[in-house]
């Protein structure tokens, strides 16, 4: 007997979805929803085929990884199908959909007021931010998670600029995962995406990089790479249950791939895989799983 359709529900949007208070185009948004769903049941199903065959750890490994790479491509194929971005920033390219992480140099994320995220905001040349405008729900979780972020600053690196999480494996062992910038380091970062933007000859004019800059920045490709490959065999492994599930999702969120859209692949394949294997003890997907991951620390990020 063929198993029921994931719904939508299981996928609530993301605030970073949300950059406007029209409720129109706020609904537009949620909408991505139900072709989460859609691409998270064809996951489980074509997963579930080839685990029927699997043999060993390595085939199911195998068999997962077939599936992620599936996923990525349909995110790419959404992309594709999309028309554009919301909100203020720079043109929509769907390439950066296919683009790996590890070619095109680290993702820097910012955090904290984010200007260009207020609904109604204008550009401030003299100071580089957007002024005015009111919260929408993509500004308000950034504002949060930079206020969370400058509280970790305080309590474990008062006296730096870069915060460095690192992640411990099942088996002891640490692998540095990504890290948040601030002062100095967070200006560098600011230089360099201006730089890159440049390189892709897309204008800098409106690149939100002044007032006090904070970033997440994605691990080191090696780095990133072997948190996948430990994901993956953690969520292959005999005896799966809930608590290694959020270790695995914690892992993949770590360790994006290209460099846009890896959130939306990382919510699929991990919904559908937590359906197939733990069923009704899956747990349920935060609405800011990737900022809860970038931000709070592992133990504070994988509690049930």
């Not at 139900?34 to 699997?54: N, P």
């Not at 999480?165 to 910038?181: C, E, K, Y």
């Not at 609405?287 to 509690?303: K, S």
Request: charge should be positive; aromatic fraction near 6%.
């Amino acid at each position: 007997m063929p198993a029921s359709a994931i719904t939508f529900d299981r996928f609530p949007t993301s605030p970073l979805a949300l950059r406007t208070n029209n409720p129109a185009d706020q609904a537009r948004r949620r909408t991505f929803s139900c072709q989460m769903a859609r691409a998270a049941t064809t996951a489980r199903d074509h997963l579930a085929d080839l685990l029927a065959t699997t043999t060993g750890t390595e085939d199911r490994v195998a068999a997962l990884t077939a599936v992620h790479t599936s996923v990525t491509d349909w995110r790419y194929q959404a992309a594709a199908r999309a028309t554009g971005r919301l909100g203020q920033g720079i043109a929509y390219d769907t390439e950066r959909f296919r683009t790996p992480i590890a070619a095109a140099g680290t993702n820097y994320d910012r955090l904290g007021p984010v200007g260009r995220l207020r609904d109604g905001s204008t550009w401030h040349p003299a100071t580089r931010t957007y002024r005015g405008g009111d919260d929408t729900p993509a500004s308000r979780a950034l504002a949060h998670y930079g206020s969370v972020a400058q509280r970790r600053f305080a309590r474990e690196a008062p006296t730096a600029d870069i915060l460095q999480n690192w992640v411990t494996l099942p088996d002891g062992r640490t692998i540095a995962g990504n890290r948040i910038l601030r002062g100095q380091a967070a200006r560098q970062a600011a230089t360099e995406l201006t730089a890159r933007i440049a390189a892709r000859s897309l204008s800098t004019t409106h690149v939100e990089t002044g007032g006090h800059p904070l970033y997440t920045a994605t691990p080191d490709p090696a780095d990133a790479t072997l948190l996948r490959t430990e994901a993956l065999r953690i969520l292959a492994g005999p005896g799966l249950t809930p608590q290694l599930f959020l270790t695995a999702r914690y892992l993949l969120v770590q360790a994006p791939v290209m460099k846009k859209g890896s959130d939306a692949v990382t919510r699929v394949f991990t919904v559908a895989v937590a359906d197939l294997l733990l069923g009704t003890d899956a747990p349920a997907l935060p609405t800011d799983m990737d900022l809860r991951c970038y931000v709070l620390g592992q133990p504070a990020a994988t509690r049930p």
